[in-house]
């Protein structure tokens, strides 16, 4: 029913940014980001409902990073700036026909995941 393919992961220095795009086929109210790193389990990022208007951070990246949507395309943004070696994961797209959730498991679809690697 829904598809999401991820783009826009690699390397880059610390400091530095990247943008992640997902693209999504079929209806999405809901979309996020999250990550996981070797050896952790997989933590929230981001999320965005509806329109555009509600959006909602994990306080690691608060102040660095930016979700966004364009709703025309059906395609997620994230805008990750100042990157730290601790940002480094592999970033999944996740979406909701309803409100999501910063639990992975309440989010119904998601991406391949890309990886990020960020370097000292």
């Known amino acids: 029913q829904v598809q999401l393919v991820e783009s826009g992961g690699g390397l880059v220095q610390a400091g530095g940014s990247l943008r992640l795009s997902c693209a999504a086929s079929?209806?999405?109210?809901?979309m996020g980001w999250f990550r996981q790193a070797p050896r952790q389990e997989r933590e929230f990022v981001a999320l965005i409902r509806g329109g555009g208007g509600t959006t909602y951070y994990a306080d690691s990246v608060k102040g660095r990073f930016t979700i966004s949507k364009d709703n025309a395309k059906n395609t997620l943004y994230l805008q990750m700036n100042s990157l730290e070696p601790a940002d480094t994961a592999v970033y999944y797209c996740?979406?909701?026909?309803?409100?999501?959730?910063?639990?992975?498991?309440?989010?119904?679809?998601w991406g391949q995941g890309t990886q990020v690697t960020v370097s000292s």
């Open positions: 996740a979406a909701d026909k309803g409100l999501g959730s910063k639990r992975p498991d309440g989010n119904d679809y």
């Open positions: 079929g209806y999405t109210f809901s």
